[in-house]
């Protein structure tokens, strides 16, 4: 199993510009979420989602979109570019919500600039 | 609003000692509270957990200390090892399952 893969692992963007992160597992994990991480603030929870066609806001979800239409892919969208978006993005997975001790598998991140 | 309070940012230890990192929450409502380790260019992973059932929990190396009543919790390494240098997060969910993630530790073991 490869696990939570992400694409690209790193990406520099022009303030208003638009793009997808990607975000894939292959542990047929019901649960998936997008984490944003900045110096000093930890992992903030950015969208979630509990399965196919169903997804959630987070603590930050403004600027960003989401949209979950298989099991595997959770794909995040920046729909205009924000130098405040500059930071560490990691997709992550889990079985479910059913139970709370739950592991969440998380990516290898996307490190994103935004001048 | 941070939920959960994580202490100290950085920590620097030889080897061999027992670095501690703490953690205090608010919602007396969590149930579940997990410690992922971060090694530089890689995503978080799960370390270790526990429930506020019990009041310490032990994995090879690695401790949970818990108090209910003070609403904290800490991870202790024992003989900490120049491996075990990385960014450390606690956690806390309750039953709708979305992690609230501490600020992060930052561990440094020298040899």
């Known amino acids: 199993n490869a696990g939570v893969t992400q694409t690209p692992k790193f990406q520099v963007l022009k303030t208003g510009q638009s793009m997808t992160l990607q975000c894939a597992q292959d542990?047929?994990?019901?649960?998936m979420s997008w984490y944003r991480q900045d110096p000093g603030m930890g992992l903030r929870l950015i969208h979630y989602?509990?399965?196919?066609?169903?997804?959630d806001q987070g603590e930050v979800p403004n600027g960003y979109n989401v949209s979950r239409s298989t099991t595997e892919d959770f794909p995040l969208r920046l729909l205009s570019a924000a130098p405040s978006q500059t930071s560490v993005y990691f997709c992550?997975?889990?079985?479910?919500?059913?139970?709370?001790?739950?592991?969440?598998?998380f990516g290898p991140g996307t490190r994103l600039t935004v001048l | 609003q941070q939920q959960v309070k994580q202490s100290p940012q950085s920590l620097i230890v030889q080897k061999g000692g027992i670095p501690i990192i703490n953690c205090a929450y608010e919602n007396t409502a969590f149930d579940y509270f997990p410690w992922y380790q971060q090694f530089p260019g890689k995503g978080p992973a799960l370390l270790i957990a526990i429930r506020p059932d019990v009041s310490e929990k032990k994995e090879g190396r690695f401790t949970i200390s818990f108090n209910k009543s003070a609403k904290q919790f800490s991870l202790h390494i024992m003989d900490s090892q120049p491996g075990d240098s990385a960014t450390y997060f606690c956690a806390a969910s309750y039953n709708t399952d979305k992690l609230i993630f501490g600020t992060g530790t930052r561990l440094q073991v020298f040899p």
């Open positions: 992550a997975s889990s079985y479910g919500l059913g139970s709370s001790t739950d592991t969440q598998y």
């Open positions: 989602s509990v399965g196919a066609g169903i997804t």
């Open positions: 542990m047929n994990h019901e649960y």
